[in-house]
């Protein structure tokens, strides 16, 4: 049987993917970036040589290599600047959780002090277990397995328990000092710079390939490292950029530059 060339090979990879996905009715964002790869082949041409050059004869790591950029490309510059926005809502939101939970504190000490002095009283909860339960009530496994366990701490005298406005100040002080990290290390990598642009992008490449080269077996040998050129090669093609708006090798060799310093001790 005739050997596929690297182009050939590279190319029927990304096309078993399209197939694949398009059965699956799964990972359209992926399908547009491989449809985008073919249909700028003469431009690949180098970079699928350059993967053969440097891996062939294992193609195993050829096809994750390619898997790993298409699971990055999910980090386009429009995905990155929603991330960025959801992150800084989530700061907001911790901030308006703490204020929200102090303002509250503050009602129930009102409401105690109502309850003391102004002849009338409010039949509402004051036990922390009691708050519980009810909120347990819709789940059939608190109802089940944990509310007769939870029930026998009740021969503790309320005393022995933190109030309910002691517990919303923890839920205030907890929002508070929330400390925001991403999920993974591809999305930390994206978002990570002060300023969002392409560096970001060639970030989540170089994260989505490292993720390949962690645990055992490590599917992406560690020596591998593909050229500047070629890598902005990818960059341009599966972004689909054109040449005013595209990147060049000096582009992608000064990210590498500016990552190697920030490691470093």
């Not at 050059?53 to 600047?81: C, H, M, Q, Y």
């Not at 105690?112 to 277990?129: A, C, R, V």
């Not at 490590?218 to 490292?225: E, K, R, T």
């Amino acid at each position: 049987m005739t050997t596929p060339s690297p182009i050939e090979f590279c190319e029927g990879f990304l096309r078993r993917e399209i197939a694949e996905n398009t059965d699956k009715k799964i990972l359209a964002s992926e399908n547009i970036v491989a449809e985008r790869l073919l249909a700028r082949g003469l431009e690949m041409i180098p970079v699928y040589a350059e993967l053969h050059r440097k891996l062939s004869p294992d193609e195993r790591a050829i096809r994750v290599f390619l898997g790993a950029i298409l699971s990055a490309t999910f980090w386009n510059p429009e995905a990155i600047a929603e991330a960025r926005a959801g992150r800084a809502r989530l700061e907001e939101v911790n901030v308006a959780v703490a204020e929200t939970a102090d303002r509250l504190v503050q009602l129930l000490a009102e409401r105690d002090k109502l309850h003391s002095q102004s002849g009338f009283y409010s039949k509402t909860e004051y036990h922390p277990l009691n708050l519980i339960d009810r909120a347990g009530e819709a789940n059939y496994l608190f109802t089940s397995r944990v509310r007769k366990e939870m029930n026998a701490l009740r021969t503790y005298d309320l005393k022995y328990w933190p109030n309910i406005a002691d517990c919303i100040t923890i839920l205030a002080r907890d929002a508070e000092s929330a400390e925001i990290e991403a999920s993974d290390d591809i999305t930390e990598a994206a978002t990570s710079a002060k300023r969002r642009g392409l560096a970001d992008y060639l970030k989540a490449i170089f994260a989505a390939i490292e993720s390949r080269r962690e645990g055992l077996p490590i599917l992406i040998p560690l020596h591998f490292n593909l050229s500047d050129a070629s890598l902005a090669t990818l960059i341009n093609c599966s972004l689909d950029l054109d040449a005013d708006d595209g990147v060049g090798a000096d582009f992608v060799k000064g990210v590498r530059q500016r990552e190697r310093a920030r490691k470093s001790p």
